[in-house]
């Protein structure tokens, strides 16, 4: 049986959890790859002592991986974006497969990567960085090759999905969000998680997967969850609604929704019923209906399956002298689309808006009247006696579907009345019939 070395830069979480897996079901690896997948160099800032190395050569300078002139596979799994696109360009400068858990690099410097590696005849494996364990984007590009694929919607990013269960129970997003970091569930700098940048990063490949289209994560709109309140949630829970941090991605006949945002979601949908750290993923194909796919976004040896994933699809076109390889994106390089991602102000949906309004007469009245005139028709209104305070009481609001830009501009003009006390929150709502 041919041997194919791989070499992995960066032993954090993730590159630990790859080494150790490799190491353990090296023989039925083997036996599903047809060859034998040997770790023979590997490179990271810090040394791990937990980690049986053996008599693999270890390195602190990552590029020592790249320029080993015996390892077929480099695996990329050192974060960020500057010196992880530096490493993977120079290991498809140097002939090197390169497979990566890096959906930051991919959604945001993946065009250029791609390019360089279609030149050098080399594969750019991705599938850890989108879903952790879940296989997803071997789904869309190979198990759903038939369809043409409308919308990828889903849970992407388990920080968010954690929080947002835990403040069902009533508690501010401010303490789950400290307990989610003394867990190791959010970094000591939460951004990328509760504004939906990760969910974005990992959208956008998605939507370049599904949809046959060029990667545009610079054009994908996120909002995050740190203004919701635990009332916000509950308000959702009595209009039988879930509250969900969505990334959205929709095809139309004039570009692609790309969105990340909170979202209602029916309690009787599959997708609502995700809670804690599990990601799950929703695709609506043409052919097969829709598809949902479930697990552990993240984790190190949950994450190290997808990667390992991604090795074994190399290393067997390795050992075979193979060129017969799936395109990056899924289609080839001449039957991407030039869609563009269409602005947040074409995108439609319902609403739900809550309102902090003064207590006095006429107000529903002149929200009603504002919303009539931007032609938004009112589904549902209660007023939370319960939660009346200092004068004000909040008005909650569900709307049918209707476009984001009227919606705007309603928002402005209520923010506008002197009875109404500081912003408006929206969450969209979607039923993904």
Do not use: W
Not at 168 to 185: D, H, I, M, N, S
């Amino acid at each position: 049986m041919k041997d194919v070395n791989v070499g992995i830069c960066g032993l954090g979480t993730v590159g630990g959890g790859t080494f150790n897996v490799l190491k353990r079901n090296a023989a039925i690896i083997a036996g599903r790859a047809g060859c034998n997948i040997r770790v023979v160099r590997v490179a990271s800032r810090r040394s791990r002592d937990d980690l049986a190395l053996g008599d693999v050569p270890f390195s602190t300078d990552i590029f020592d991986v790249v320029n080993d002139p015996a390892v077929d596979i480099v695996v990329e799994l050192i974060g960020g974006y500057d010196a992880a696109k530096e490493l993977v360009l120079a290991a498809i400068a140097n002939g090197k497969h390169v497979v990566t858990a890096n959906k930051a690099l991919i959604a945001v410097h993946g065009n250029e990567i791609f390019e360089a590696a279609e030149k050098a005849g080399v594969v750019v494996a991705y599938e850890a960085g989108v879903a952790g364990g879940i296989p997803v984007i071997k789904a869309v590009r190979e198990g759903l090759a038939a369809n043409r694929i409308d919308t990828i919607a889903g849970i992407i990013n388990g920080t968010g999905n954690y929080i947002l269960t835990e403040m069902r129970a009533g508690r501010p997003f401010e303490e789950v969000l400290k307990e989610a970091q003394a867990l190791g569930y959010a970094e000591a700098d939460p951004t990328f998680d509760v504004e939906g940048i990760d969910a974005a990063h990992k959208l956008t490949i998605l939507a370049a997967s599904g949809f046959g289209v060029p990667l545009q994560f610079d054009k994908a709109f996120t909002e995050g969850i740190s203004a919701l309140t635990p009332n916000d949630i509950a308000h959702a829970e009595l209009l039988g609604y879930r509250v969900k941090h969505l990334g959205i991605a929709r095809r139309r006949e004039d570009g692609i929704e790309l969105r990340v945002h909170p979202t209602l979601v029916p309690k009787s949908h599959l997708i609502a019923q995700v809670d804690g750290v599990l990601n799950a993923v929703l695709v609506d194909g043409d052919a097969v209906g829709q598809t949902m796919y479930y697990g552990p976004g993240a984790g190190d040896e949950a994450t190290a399956s997808a990667v390992i994933a991604d090795v074994v699809d190399v290393a067997r076109a390795v050992a075979s002298n193979s060129q017969q390889r799936v395109p990056y994106l899924g289609f080839s390089p001449d039957a991407l689309e030039d869609l563009p991602v269409l602005p947040m102000e074409d995108v439609q949906s319902a609403y739900y808006l809550r309102i902090q309004a003064f207590d006095h007469p006429g107000v529903l009245a002149k929200v009603a009247s504002i919303l009539s005139e931007h032609g938004i028709n009112i589904e549902s209104i209660m007023q939370k006696e319960s939660e009346f305070k200092d004068g004000r009481i909040p008005v909650i609001i569900l709307t049918h579907t209707v476009q984001e830009r009227q919606m705007n501009l309603a928002i402005e003009e209520m923010e506008a009345l002197a009875d109404v006390d500081g912003k408006v929150v929206r969450i969209r709502a979607e039923n993904f019939n």
